[in-house]
C-alpha cells in the first residue's frame, strides 16, 4: 500500500496510506510531539467504532489482545521518532461493552498507560479528564444507560456520562529543548471568558509572576478536569472540524472528530514554535490544523480516502493565527 496519496506544504504532509508503512520511513528522534485518538478497543471483541472495512485499520482488529498486539508497533514507532524527554499525548476513554442497558467497561487508558511503560515510555502526569454534558453524549451516542428511562424502570441499569481522558507520555531521557513561554501563556483554548480586568496583563514583559492573565489560563490548564472543552459543553459552539462530508457508508454515525480545544493546549504546553507534530491516526486533519494554526508543522497520516480528502480541504483554509490583544478565545475555521 504504502503512500496512496499525499499533500505536501510548507508547514504540513498529509498522507493517505497506512501508518506503519510511512511511520518507518520518518527518521529517529525527528517529532516533537505527537497528539493522536486511536480506536478504542473494547475487551467484548472488535472496536467501539469501525471506521472502514480494510485489513489494515486497527478498529477491525477481533479481540481487544490483538488490537493491543497491533497497536503495540505504532507505540514502538512513536517512541523511535519521539525526541529524547519530549511527549506524546493519547486520546482515549473507557470503553462499554456493548449497549444493552447493562453492560461492563474495560479500563482502556489503564492498558494504553501499561503498553507505554513496555515500549519505554513514562506517564508524565495524572491523567486529564475531559468532561462531557451527559445529554449531549446520549443524543450523540444514543447509550440505553444514560437515557431517563433506565432511572425509571431500573437504576442498576444506568450509568455516568463517560469522561473522555488525555494520556500524557514522556520519552525517556533529556529535553535538549525547553518549552518556553518567556511571557507567559498567551492564548486560552475554551469555552470560559477571561476576566476583562486581566487582559492588560497579556504577554507581560515584567516578572512573570506579576502575569495574572497567564496565571489565569494556567489555572484552567493545570486543572485535572477540563470542563470547559467547546463542544463538550452542551452548547452551540462545536469546536470540531468539518468532519460530515467525509462520512461515507461505512462509517458508524456519530463517528466524532477530537475536539480543537483539546489538541491546542497540548501543542500550546509541550511544543515550541516551528516544531514538529505528528498524527498517525490523522482523521480529518485536527492536530494538523491546530498545529499549523499555532505555527508549528504537522505530519498526519490517515488510511480511510474519504477521510484524507476532508484534511485536505480542512487545511486548505488553515493558516498561522494572528493574535489580537483584546481576544479572549479562539475561533476555529469550519468551512
Same mark, same amino acid.
Given at each position: ?11 504540513? =504532509?498529509? !498522507?493517505?496510506?497506512d ?9 529517529? =528522534?525527528? &517529532? ?14 472488535g472496536?467501539?467504532?469501525? !471506521? ?8 477491525? $482488529?477481533r479481540?481487544?489482545?490483538?488490537f ?20 506524546? $499525548?493519547?486520546?482515549c476513554?473507557? &470503553? ?13 487508558? @489503564? ?12 506517564? =508524565?502526569?495524572p491523567r ?8 449531549? #453524549? ?12 433506565? &432511572?425509571?424502570?431500573?437504576? $442498576?441499569?444506568?450509568? #455516568? =456520562?463517560g469522561?473522555? *481522558? ?18 507567559g501563556?498567551?492564548?486560552?483554548? @475554551?469555552?470560559r ?7 492588560? *496583563? ?14 489565569w489560563?494556567?489555572?484552567q !490548564?493545570?486543572?485535572? &478536569?477540563?470542563?470547559?472543552?467547546? @463542544? ?16 461515507d ?5 456519530h ?11 497540548a ?9 514538529t ?27 480511510k480516502?474519504?477521510? *484524507?480528502?476532508q484534511?485536505v ?23
Amino acid at each position: 500500500m504504502a503512500i496512496i496519496e499525499q499533500k505536501i506544504e510548507e508547514n504540513y =504532509a498529509l !498522507y493517505n496510506g497506512d501508518a506503519l508503512e510511512v511511520l518507518p520511513t520518518l527518521p529517529d =528522534a525527528s &517529532v516533537d510531539l505527537s497528539v493522536y485518538s486511536p480506536p478504542f478497543a473494547t475487551d467484548s471483541g472488535g472496536c467501539l467504532y469501525h !471506521y472502514s472495512s480494510s485489513d489494515r485499520d486497527l478498529s477491525n $482488529c477481533r479481540d481487544y489482545k490483538e488490537f493491543f498486539t497491533h497497536y503495540e508497533f505504532f507505540v514502538r514507532e512513536l517512541f523511535r521518532l519521539t525526541k529524547p524527554g519530549r511527549m506524546s $499525548c493519547v486520546h482515549c476513554m473507557d &470503553v462499554p461493552s456493548g449497549n444493552s442497558g447493562c453492560d461492563s467497561y474495560a479500563d482502556f487508558p @489503564g492498558d494504553i498507560i501499561r503498553l507505554h511503560e513496555k515500549c519505554g515510555f513514562r506517564q =508524565a502526569s495524572p491523567r486529564i479528564t475531559i468532561w462531557k454534558e451527559p445529554l449531549t #453524549v446520549r443524543n450523540r451516542t444514543l447509550t440505553k444507560a444514560l437515557a431517563h428511562k433506565s &432511572v425509571v424502570d431500573d437504576s $442498576c441499569d444506568c450509568c #455516568v =456520562a463517560g469522561a473522555d *481522558y488525555l494520556l500524557i507520555f514522556r520519552r525517556k531521557g533529556v529535553n535538549a529543548v525547553p518549552v518556553t513561554h518567556e511571557r507567559g501563556l498567551t492564548r486560552y483554548y @475554551g469555552e470560559r471568558k477571561i476576566p476583562h480586568d486581566l487582559l492588560r *496583563y497579556r504577554k507581560w514583559k515584567g516578572s512573570q509572576i506579576e502575569n495574572r492573565y497567564s496565571h489565569w489560563i494556567w489555572r484552567q !490548564y493545570a486543572s485535572s &478536569v477540563w470542563d470547559d472543552i467547546r @463542544g463538550n459543553t452542551g452548547t452551540k459552539a462545536e469546536g470540531v472540524l468539518k468532519y460530515k462530508e467525509a462520512r461515507d457508508a461505512e462509517d458508524e454515525k456519530h463517528v466524532h472528530p477530537l475536539q480543537l480545544d483539546v489538541i491546542s493546549r497540548a501543542i500550546e504546553l509541550w511544543a515550541n514554535p516551528g516544531e514538529t507534530l505528528i498524527d498517525p491516526f490523522g482523521g480529518v486533519g485536527s492536530t494538523a490544523f491546530a498545529a499549523v494554526r499555532a505555527e508549528r508543522k504537522a505530519i498526519s497520516i490517515e488510511l480511510k480516502p474519504s477521510y *484524507y480528502l476532508q484534511s485536505v480541504k480542512n487545511m486548505a483554509h488553515c493558516s498561522p493565527d494572528i493574535e489580537d490583544e483584546e481576544q479572549t478565545s479562539m475561533e476555529f475555521a469550519t468551512k
